[in-house]
């Protein structure tokens, strides 16, 4: 388990949202099209090591292990890594984590995939530098994530999860921060562009692809 610090995972809040999370109107029909998306773009290959950072109840793991890959399901929660067991089986390794301090040796991972989680971390630069770090060279980061370029996601995540839900060190960011904040890590062919097209839910999201 890791060690408490300011902003735990925001865990409490999310052990209580895990018992209905898959319930959520708002997430069937927004966000987990949004993470069908982003495991569509990270299309594994057969027996590919991929791991899913913030995976909550491990919906995207169970995808990528139908795909054939060899997902890690990592969630800092209790609550979500309960969910996440049920819904895997024994089919792929469930750790509890802190993103910021991937307990992994470096370069074991073929892709990483992190959708809507990233910005409830305290540390986004630290975590950054995890993700390059536990990435093979040539490995693929795909994230998700509400962008600091849409008014709809700045609200969202300062007014109501900041202000109304009271979860700290929630932040986002522009797609130039992006950008500087991946190349920074070591990052390399890096894309971070706001979702386009008629969906508002995806305009509120930022696309984000990397090569380690
Ligand atoms: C909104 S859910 C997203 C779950 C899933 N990826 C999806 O797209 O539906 C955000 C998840 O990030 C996890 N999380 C938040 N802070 C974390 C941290 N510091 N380390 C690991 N996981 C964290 C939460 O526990 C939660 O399960």
Redesign the pocket.
Known sequence: V?PPGR?????LF?DVW?RF?EWTPF?RRA??R??DEAVATLDPQRGQRVL??????A??TKELLERGARPVA????AG?IAKAAEQTGSRAPIVR????RLPFRAHVFDAIL????FH???EPRTCVAEMWRVLRPGGRLVLVDPSGESAVSRLMVHVGEGFLFGLEGVHVHTDVEWVAMLREAGFREISATRGRGISPVRRAEVFVSAIA
């Open positions: 890791p902003n735990p995972g925001h865990g999310f895990s999370y997430l966000l987990f949004l993470q899913d950072l913030g995976c909550g109840p919906r995207g990592a969630d800092y929660s979500m984590l802190d993103a910021m992190c959708t809507n989680s409830h971390y305290p």
